[in-house]
T-cell receptor
Framework: KAGVTQTPRYLIKTRGQQVTLSCSPISGHRSVSWYQQTPGQGLQFLFEYFSETQRNKGNFPGRFSGRQFSNSRSEMNVSTLELGDSALYLC?????????????FGPGTRLTVL | SQQGEEDPQALSIQEGENATMNCSYKTSINNLQWYRQNSGRGLVHLILIRSNEREKHSGRLRVTLDTSKKSSSLLITASRAADTASYFCATDPNSGYALNFGKGTSLLVTP
C-alpha cells in the first residue's frame, strides 16, 4: 500500500496570506489527524477527522481549520498567516483513530512564513 | 498540549551500546506509543504498549510501562548509526482521538 502523502512538501508564504495543505491517507484508513511541529512547542495536535466529521480539536485559534472528504482525503487551511505559523505540518492516518491504532505519518509540509 | 516528557533531551553513544530513553506523563492513558523521526521528516511508529501491558519487545526494542509511576522507557539494544534520530513518546489520553507528544530525545549513535 502507498503511504500517507502530503502536498506540497515545501511552501513559502508571506504574512497575511492563507494556505491550504493536503493529505491523502493510506487506502482504507478513515481517520486523519493533523499536527504542527515547531522547535519551541514540539508536536502539537491540531484536529482529527473520521468519516468527514471532526472528532477532536486541539488548542489552536480559529485561523486553523480543516475538512475531510468522502474519500478520506483531508485538507487543512490556515488563514491570515503569522510568522509563528512557520512549522512542519504533519498528517497521520489510521484505520479508526486512537486509542485503537498506531498512526502512520506522512513526510510533512514545511511551511515558511516571511 | 504536551503530556509526555522524555528524558534525556539528548543522548550520544557509540555503535553497539544500548540506548535508554524515558518518558513521563501526567494523566491516565489507553496506550503509549514510541515514534522515531529522522531529521525533519515524518514520524515512524516503533511500538505501542497498552495500559494493561508492562513490557513489550520488537526486534532490538524493549518498552516498559509503569502506570503507577506514569512512566515508560524505551531501550534500543546494540545500537547502530542508522538509529540516529529523535525519539518521541506519545500518550493517548482516555479522551481519545489525539496523541500528546513529548519534546523528544535526540539520539546520536557514532560509529
Amino acid at each position: 500500500k502507498a503511504g500517507v502523502t502530503q502536498t506540497p512538501r515545501y511552501l513559502i508564504k508571506t504574512r497575511g496570506q492563507q494556505v491550504t495543505l493536503s493529505c491523502s491517507p493510506i487506502s482504507g484508513h478513515r481517520s486523519v489527524s493533523w499536527y504542527q511541529q515547531t522547535p519551541g512547542q514540539g508536536l502539537q495536535f491540531l484536529f482529527e477527522y473520521f468519516s468527514e466529521t471532526q472528532r477532536n480539536k486541539g488548542n489552536f485559534p480559529g485561523r486553523f481549520s480543516g475538512r475531510q472528504f468522502s474519500n478520506s482525503r483531508s485538507e487543512m487551511n490556515v488563514s491570515t498567516l503569522e510568522l509563528g505559523d512557520s512549522a512542519l505540518y504533519l498528517c497521520a492516518s489510521s484505520q479508526q483513530g486512537n486509542p485503537y491504532n498506531e498512526q502512520f505519518f506522512g513526510p510533512g509540509t514545511r511551511l515558511t512564513v516571511l | 498540549s504536551q503530556q509526555g516528557e522524555e528524558d534525556p533531551q539528548a543522548l550520544s553513544i557509540q555503535e553497539g551500546e544500548n540506548a535508554t530513553m524515558n518518558c513521563s506523563y501526567k494523566t491516565s492513558i489507553n496506550n503509549l506509543q514510541w515514534y522515531r523521526q529522522n531529521s525533519g521528516r515524518g514520524l515512524v511508529h516503533l511500538i505501542l504498549i497498552r495500559s494493561n501491558e508492562r513490557e513489550k519487545h520488537s526486534g532490538r526494542l524493549r518498552v516498559t510501562l509503569d502506570t503507577s509511576k506514569k512512566s515508560s522507557s524505551l531501550l534500543i539494544t546494540a545500537s547502530r548509526a542508522a538509529d540516529t534520530a529523535s525519539y518521541f513518546c506519545a500518550t493517548d489520553p482516555n479522551s481519545g482521538y489525539a496523541l500528546n507528544f513529548g519534546k523528544g530525545t535526540s539520539l546520536l549513535v557514532t560509529p
